[in-house]
């Protein structure tokens, strides 16, 4: 049973270009959610989705940033003209369904983007 | 509103010493708790959770942690380490209520050293 998968594991762009990270959730698991790590820092909630549906997207800047969870592939999280501050680990993790608070979510190795 | 403290950022340690990873949060809802481990440039690892029951509870790799709710705190110990402990630990939080139930709320970490 493989685990959360995420790729690519690093990702280089150029201020002004687009990342897009991808999450393919643990088989079984319809939830998903994304963290931020910056240097030093914990992990930053960003969004939680389920299938086809935003259910909390409290962490999300603004704007340029954007996640999906379509009812066929992977996850993905979108950020659009990247900045440099946006250079961080992104996380991804899964959950089986049912109450929200008490499912363990499981981690994928994350996304190291780098934003020159 | 809810967070998260990890009174030590760093924690040096010789081998098979006991060691204690302190963990308090600030919530005005009843929780759950978890702690995580992140070994260099991976993902997260669960290591233990309280959900309910018995305050004390046992995880992977000899950890054990324990739930005061009095002192709104969820310690994270070891009788005795080893180098491969060397790692840092994540306290996390989640609600059973309300509309963040569904994600995460981290400390910033303790990084352990454990040294020959």
């Known amino acids: 049973n493989a685990g959360v998968m995420q790729n690519p594991r690093h990702l280089v762009r150029r201020r002004g270009q687009e990342a897009r990270l991808r999450c393919s959730p643990m088989?079984?698991?319809?939830?998903v959610y994304w963290y931020r790590q910056l240097p030093e820092e914990g992990l930053k909630f960003m969004v939680y989705?389920?299938?086809?549906?935003?259910?909390?997207e409290s962490g999300m800047p603004k704007e340029r940033f954007s996640a999906e969870f379509p009812k066929e592939g992977p996850s993905i999280l979108r950020i659009q003209q990247v900045v440099r501050g946006d250079s961080a680990a992104y996380f991804c993790?899964?959950?089986?369904?049912?109450?929200?608070?008490?499912?363990?979510?499981?981690f994928g190795a994350g996304t190291r983007l780098s934003v020159l | 509103a809810q967070s998260v403290t990890q009174l030590d950022s760093q924690v040096p340690v010789f081998e098979e010493a006991p060691v204690e990873l302190r963990c308090n949060y600030s919530?005005?809802?009843?929780?759950?708790l978890f702690w995580y481990v992140q070994y260099p440039n991976q993902g997260l690892q669960l290591l233990l959770k309280?959900?309910?029951?018995?305050?004390l509870v046992k995880g992977i790799n000899g950890f054990e942690a324990e739930f005061n709710k009095s002192q709104t705190s969820f310690h994270l110990r070891k009788p005795s380490v080893h180098i491969s402990d060397t790692a840092e630990y994540f306290c996390?939080?989640?609600?059973?209520?309300?509309?963040?139930?569904?994600?995460?709320?981290f400390g910033k970490g303790t990084k352990l050293s454990v040294k020959p």
């Open positions: 993790a899964s959950s089986p369904p049912g109450r929200g608070g008490q499912n363990i979510q499981y």
């Open positions: 088989k079984g698991h319809s939830h």
């Open positions: 989705l389920q299938k086809e549906n935003i259910i909390d």
């Open positions: 919530s005005s809802v009843s929780v759950y």
């Open positions: 309280y959900l309910s029951g018995s305050t």
């Open positions: 996390a939080v989640s609600f059973l209520y309300g509309g963040s139930q569904g994600n995460l709320i």
